[in-house]
């Protein structure tokens, strides 16, 4: 409904219905001081309630597109023979993020986790350790589901945080969250020299963006890193689809591998499997994450 001026000053507004097939026209002039004290609170209502839906909604995210090019632009750079270097900073977190996913793992599958390995060439290790009460059937699960926490246990937590960033509030506690972690693995698990090297600096600079940076600065950051776990599956996809490899001179099975040796099938099937995951994961928590949330309002009948 539009006043205008001459209505306005003239205590009269003009209204126009339609009915029946032909379009019928009739107008009727209603003086506004004979109207109900609340007469046209509805339709203010109705887009007031969508204009404070609308500004709860986080303007500080990045487009959509832009997120998906850049972890587009993420996976094929690394597919380059010196992709990793191009991407350094990237290459380490996404080691970081594969390691803590299998040493997390085996903590809340009731083993140890006794260090984290990070090499300068971006490669890495963890090494952990099962109970000694673990049983046939059970051991068997609980090394396949270990060895799974590596390549999925990122896009998980990836797909929390770009969810997370709907809000500024979440997105803020995401990155204090996030560094803290950065910081707490280097005191607990770290043990290689360039790891205790570099992921300190790493869980410092995510806490400065946290308690120092604009809003839309800490949200842009919760999604890209959100981003950067879903795909870091991606990161070595050819060692995801091979037998095994070599990291840090130890000759070692894939993830793929050692699930296909507890749980049966291929070492191909559980490869591809988890790259399907992690491209829904990041697929999904992107669509909710960027879903209209204005919730509809059924106006009033007089």
Known sequence: MRLLPGDMASGKIDFEAR??????????????????????????????????????LPTERIGLIWLVVAALGTILIWRLPYGNYVLYPFTILATWFHEMGH??????????????????????????????SDGFLWG???????????????????????????RFATAHYSLLLMGGLLLLSAVLWVRSAFGLGVIPVLGLLVLAIALRAPRWVQAFTVQFLGVQ??????????????????IGGEAILS??????RNLLLPYWFWGGLMALASLLLLLQSLRVAYWPHVEPSVPAIR
């Open 19 to 56: 009915i029946g097939r032909d379009s019928l026209a009739t107008t009727r002039h209603t003086n506004l001081a004979a109207m109900p004290a609340d007469y046209g609170m509805n339709d203010f209502r109705h887009n007031s309630s969508v204009s404070r839906a609308a500004a709860e």
């Open 103 to 132: 040493g997390l793992t085996a903590l809340l599958t009731g083993g140890h986790f006794d260090r984290l390995l990070i090499y300068p060439d971006g490669s890495g290790l963890a090494y952990h350790s099962a109970p000694a």
């Open 140 to 166: 068997r699960i609980r090394q396949a589901l270990v060895a799974a926490g590596g390549p999925m246990g990122p896009p998980l937590a990836g797909a929390a945080l770009i969810l997370g960033s709907r």
């Open 229 to 246: 776990a879903c795909i870091s599956t991606f990161h070595q996809l050819d060692y995801l689809f091979s037998p095994g490899g070599v």
């Open 255 to 260: 993830d793929s591998s050692q699930m296909a």
